[in-house]
Antibody, heavy 120, light 107 residues
């Protein structure tokens, strides 16, 4: 079965760079059409899509955050990494990674999420 | 970006009720719409994709309809486990965008 799990720091300071890793199993990111995305959710607020990487290394970013985001994949390790620069307290949120099937931007399997707090 | 607007923002209902949640896109998205259910402290769960296709394992009391700009999620007979927050998401074009959520509460 497909599983995903996010890992990374729970606390970062303002202006620092956040690096989150999504480790997955049950699928391959070299399979045609498959993607892995990142979505975040500030406490008590709605979901916000951040980035998505496809099997062919096509990368898509939220326009409002594009200058701060980088998404990469390591197919051999079954991992996707998201970096976000210049963190600010408003970036405090639960960060999820999720599987995207078949050339779409739907998300059918999600990790449990990791809460990242930005505070000095 | 395509804006997704859900209504109502919250709704109170009883077990056994039929509930409908609406999602409107700021421009046409064909049938590229998904619905998710989220319970407190948990990740969202995909219920419906392509506006009306039921995700595997999701109970048949959930159904979706609509195309273009107007969509609905219907729960035919509420069960205790259905009380949660529901989000729509458009997958027609980048960036994918979510609605603000509809909280379904017990009356």
């Amino acid at each position: 079965q497909i599983t995903l799990k996010e890992s990374g720091p729970t606390l970062v300071k303002p202006t620092q760079t956040l690096t989150l890793t999504c480790t997955f199993s049950g699928f391959s990111l070299s399979t045609s059409g498959v993607g892995v995305g990142w979505i975040r959710q500030p406490p008590g607020k709605a979901l916000e899509w951040l980035a998505l990487i496809y099997w062919d290394d096509d990368k898509r970013y939220s326009p409002s955050l594009k200058s701060r985001l980088t998404i990469t994949k390591d197919t051999s390790k079954n991992q996707v990494v998201l970096t976000m620069t210049n963190m600010d307290p408003v970036d405090t949120a639960t960060y999820y990674c999720a599987h995207s099937p078949g050339w779409s931007s739907y998300f059918d399997y999600w990790g449990q999420g990791t809460l990242v707090t930005v505070s000095s | 970006d395509i804006q997704m607007t859900q209504s109502p923002s919250s709704v109170s209902a009883s077990v056994g009720d039929r509930v409908t949640i609406t999602c409107r896109a700021s421009q046409g998205i064909s049938s590229w719409l998904a619905w998710y259910q989220q319970k407190p402290g948990k990740a969202p769960k995909l219920l419906i994709y392509a506006a009306s296709s039921l995700q595997s394992g999701v109970p048949s009391r959930f159904s979706g309809s609509g195309s273009g700009t107007d969509f609905t999620l219907t729960i035919s007979s509420l069960q205790p486990e259905d009380f949660a927050t529901y989000y729509c998401q458009q997958a027609n074009s980048f960036p994918p965008t979510f609605g603000q959520g509809t909280k379904l509460e017990i009356k």
